[in-house]
């Protein structure tokens, strides 16, 4: 079993940055990835980003590359989501999840590939 908790989300306004924290805690195998996403109302949550805990492998939705950064601290068991150059688009509320599979594959943005969803965190970009 795995808990997630996310922290860091906000009311910013357009441009600005906020810095997203997902602390786990539980039984967590390097093989593990840790994956970011997102739902704003009215609409289907979203895969925003993702890291793998061993190794450096990362992976971004097109909507969010180059302005948003996934990163880890192994020892804090925690994972970041940084967001430079917010839109109001990018309003919703972010959730961080797991995804235990191991071995070979190629979907890493796959709603049903994650289990242990964090609460989740509401971000809100004014223009």
């Known amino acids: 079993q795995v808990t997630l908790v996310e922290s860091g989300g906000g009311l910013v306004q357009a441009g600005d940055s906020l810095r997203l924290s997902c602390a786990a805690s539980g039984r967590i195998f390097s093989y593990y990835a840790m994956g970011w996403f997102r739902q704003a109302p009215g609409k289907e949550r979203e895969f925003v980003a993702r890291i793998k805990w061993s190794g450096t492998s990362t992976f971004y939705a097109d909507s969010v590359k180059g302005r948003f950064t996934v990163s880890k601290d192994n020892a804090k068991i925690t994972v970041y989501l940084q967001m430079n150059s917010l839109k109001p688009e990018d309003t919703a509320v972010y959730y961080c999840?797991?995804?235990?599979?191991?071995?070979?594959?190629?979907?890493?943005?796959?709603?049903?590939?994650?289990?242990?969803w964090g609460q989740g965190t509401q971000v809100t970009v004014s223009s």
């Open positions: 999840a797991v995804d235990k599979r191991l071995g070979y594959y190629t979907d890493y943005v796959g709603r049903e590939n994650y289990d242990y």
